[in-house]
């Protein structure tokens, strides 16, 4: 077993706390390979930002397990490398069995999302304590999830979303033991996030997607005051970045997500964790593109990559000062 600690990993436990208290969100940035995480710790180290860098099943699967947790204590020495040992958290996203959990936890994790928001309330529950128990006994913190969100993201899918239901928090948390909660309020997984019927069009025929549920979030917080919450599917999908994948042969049709104010108000509250995957996988595809375009020669990997890793760091960049406010939190 490899303890996080001896990683040099931080849990969210105190980011979570500080947070709060400093109305501002953790941005938790999902990645695959070596160049997602050298924009990602780039991103906080020039921005002062603690961060928590992401991992899906399907990117554990993808990476293999051994090199992400030397790729995550690698991330540590990077950012002091660079100036600035921001705090950084290691995190599996959307933990869909105890075993994976426990795996995680065993190597080296600082952090797990167990999502049982599929199950019935009961069978959540008792899944989501199962998690907790282990992950407590080895200084893990755990996130549970209550409501389901539409939408598409590696192997999270679901047709439809379920708002959370305020009145099941409090009992949720206090049998569960959890350590922060994922809530359902409008937001959705993927790109295309909303059909083009769910949204109306401005005077410039961008599309408008319905506003966020703040109503419930703050029914949330009446109930459970000062408890840490957690957006998922918060990508706002830049319409700048879609438009070059378009411009360069790319097909994304529709593609719309959550507008960034909507996404800084809900940063000021007791939202203390916001998840970006999509606009990371947008901004690095524009720039493939962009390159494989425009100089067609070219065929070394660290000349499409390379551009590519420097378009998502400043994305992330300007997410972590303008967005989640967390900037100069570290």
Do not use: W
Request: hydrophobic letters at 40%.
């Amino acid at each position: 077993m490899v303890s996080y600690k001896d990683l040099g990993l931080s849990n969210t436990k105190e980011m979570f706390a500080k947070a709060i208290e400093g109305k501002y969100a953790i941005p938790a940035f999902n990645f695959n390979n070596l160049e997602q995480m050298q924009a990602i710790v780039a991103a906080a180290v020039e921005t002062k930002s603690p961060v928590i860098l992401q991992v899906s099943s399907g990117a554990r699967k993808y990476a293999n397990q051994t090199l992400l947790r030397y790729l995550a204590q690698g991330a540590v020495e990077y950012a002091k490398e660079l100036g600035c040992a921001v705090p950084i958290a290691l995190h599996l996203d959307h933990g869909d069995s105890f075993e994976l959990c426990k795996s995680c936890i065993d190597s080296g994790f600082s952090s797990v999302m167990i999502d049982g928001s599929h199950y019935s309330f009961e069978e959540n529950i008792e899944l989501t304590k199962k998690v907790v128990e282990y992950a407590h006994a080895h200084g893990v913190t755990v996130e549970g999830e209550l409501g389901v969100l539409a939408g598409v993201e590696d192997e999270v899918s679901s047709e439809h979303h379920t708002y959370t239901q305020p009145e099941e928090v409090e009992e949720f948390v206090k049998r569960t033991g959890v350590d922060s909660l994922a809530i359902s309020i409008g937001t959705s997984h993927g790109a295309n996030k909303f059909t083009p019927e769910q949204c109306t069009r401005n005077e410039q025929g961008i599309l408008i997607p319905p506003p966020l549920r703040f109503d419930i979030l703050e029914e949330i917080e009446k109930r459970i005051p000062g408890f840490p919450i957690v957006l998922h599917g918060a990508s706002s999908v830049p319409q700048d970045q879609v438009a070059k994948i378009n411009q360069y042969g790319g097909k994304m049709k529709d593609a719309v997500g959550i507008p960034e104010e909507q996404l800084r108000k809900a940063a000021t509250s007791a939202v203390c964790k916001i998840n970006i995957d999509s606009d990371g996988r947008i901004a690095m595809t524009a720039a493939v593109r962009e390159v494989f375009a425009t100089k067609p020669e070219e065929f070394d990997p660290r000349k499409y990559l390379g551009p590519a890793r420097d378009n998502l760091k400043e994305i992330y960049k300007a997410k972590i000062k303008n967005v989640l406010g967390s900037a100069d939190r570290a």
